[in-house]
């Protein structure tokens, strides 16, 4: 089955980059999505088609491409920003949705 | 404003049922459609399928079909998930989600289904 690999974890002072990695274990790649999940909350569109920003997001956030890896980087990190991040696509066999493991932001 | 509003916690026994309700409100319920997304505590998120809220035919993803029913009102814009014969495995946080041409716009805020003796 088609999976989307993440690191469990990132840590970043403030005012650092942040960048959080998702691999695709096969091609042909489909579009990518990031989710930001805080704690107790639902989770929340970030970014879509690999690299596009919904309105009101940030522009701190911003999403690339590369081959099978799709990252996320947060320029600029602030301490709001410390959450969970889960990249999401779908397998082009059966276009049945796939989620990233997650990655827990730690803002030092 | 658009939003996706779910039913209240609930707390249920082994082998009972239960109903999860998801009310659109801010578009046009049918031209989208409503996908459901289970979180287990402390886990990841797990896409559990999709129903085309037009035709009202549901997509069961590996592992959520047998148990897990979707369904629609569709003269209230309400979704449903039913969930039947419930394990404790099954406790978890289940998620409706509207699929827009972007992504999984807009969320609602989560019900938790907690399956204890």
């Known amino acids: 089955s088609y999976e989307l690999t993440q690191p469990p974890s990132v840590s970043v002072s403030p005012g650092q980059t942040a960048r959080i990695t998702c691999s695709a274990d096969?091609?042909?790649?489909?579009?990518v999505y990031w989710y930001q999940q805080k704690p107790g909350q639902a989770p929340s569109l970030l970014i879509y088609?690999?690299?596009e920003r919904p309105s009101g997001i940030p522009e701190r956030f911003s999403g690339s491409s590369s081959g099978t890896t799709v990252t996320l980087t947060i320029s600029g990190v602030q301490a709001e920003d410390e959450a969970d991040y889960y990249c999401q696509s779908a397998d082009s066999s059966d276009s049945s949705v796939v989620f990233g493991g997650g990655t827990k932001l730690t803002v030092l | 404003q658009v939003h996706l509003v779910q039913s209240g916690s609930e707390l249920k026994k082994p082998g009972a049922s239960v109903k999860v309700s998801c009310k659109a409100s801010g578009y046009t319920f049918t031209s989208y459609p409503l996908n459901w997304v289970r979180q287990a505590p402390g886990q990841g998120l797990e896409w559990m399928g999709w129903i085309n809220t037009n035709t009202e035919n549901p997509t069961y993803a590996q592992g959520f079909t047998g148990r897990f029913v979707f369904s629609l009102d569709t003269s209230v814009s309400t979704a449903y998930l039913q969930i039947t014969s419930l394990k404790a495995e099954d406790t978890a946080v289940y998620y409706c989600?509207?699929?827009?041409?972007?992504?999984?716009?807009?969320w609602g805020q989560g019900t938790m289904v907690t399956v204890s003796s």
């Open positions: 088609k690999d690299d």
């Open positions: 989600a509207k699929e827009g041409n972007d992504g999984f716009d807009i």
């Open positions: 096969a091609l042909p790649k489909q579009y």
